[in-house]
């Protein structure tokens, strides 16, 4: 699954039909192969794959005559593989807060931030297994770029493993961000995690224990 940023100068097949579904809208099987010179088998391989993965949604559009057309395009949730100014537009009002409120400001706002996030995805999460909740919980942060897996442990507890910061330029400015991002596990979990690894400090991943025995 495709969960980084792509690059301008594609290296697999799979982000050069993104980008072209980006540049040309809505494509028929055809156009692609015609831009990605490979078979229309194997554009259908990568087009089910990415619809799989929620980044592509195809239409059915009829035809006067003949069989109906299939068109493809990208959905809302491949966006985030693009180019943004979100992060610096984020780094900028952080900026501004911390010059008006100075750090607890930016705590402050942080933790309404969280407690809106906490708030808009509990629906996801309440009522299920504990297992469940950890995979799901997963999901959500992988949704927003985390690259997240997460596993049991032989005791009981799991482990939650990010791959991937998705705000890494806007953490090391602000780590407010990465202390209050245990927190929201823990409340979207309703139970106590605790950072285990960590990349700011030269860990390859960010790793949280979810403490299910207590």
Do not use: W
Request: aromatic share 6%.
């Amino acid at each position: 699954m495709i969960t980084q940023p792509l690059p301008a100068v594609p290296e697999r097949t799979q982000e050069a039909l993104l980008l072209h579904l980006k540049r040309g809208g809505e494509m028929t099987v055809g156009e692609l192969v015609g831009l990605l010179n490979i078979t229309s088998m194997a554009v259908r391989r990568h087009l089910t794959a990415l619809q799989q993965d929620g980044l592509v949604e195809s239409r059915v559009e009829k035809q006067s005559r003949g069989r109906p057309t299939f068109k493809f395009r990208l959905t809302e949730k491949s966006e985030s593989l693009f180019p943004s100014g979100v992060q610096g537009l984020a780094i900028d009002l952080l900026d501004i807060v911390f010059e008006q409120s100075g750090s607890k400001g930016v705590m402050d706002l942080l933790e309404r931030r969280n407690a809106k996030m906490a708030e808009r995805l509990r629906s996801r999460v309440e009522n299920l297994p504990i297992a469940e909740r950890v995979i799901e919980v997963s999901k959500i942060f992988s949704e927003n770029g985390y690259m997240t897996e997460s596993k049991p442990l032989e005791d009981g507890n799991f482990i939650i493993f990010q791959r991937h910061c998705a705000v890494h330029d806007l953490a090391n400015q602000y780590r407010q961000i990465c202390v209050l991002e245990p927190k929201l596990m823990e409340d979207l979990l309703g139970l106590k995690v605790t950072r285990e690894k960590y990349m700011m400090k030269d860990d390859p991943v960010c790793a949280y224990l979810v403490h299910a025995i207590s």
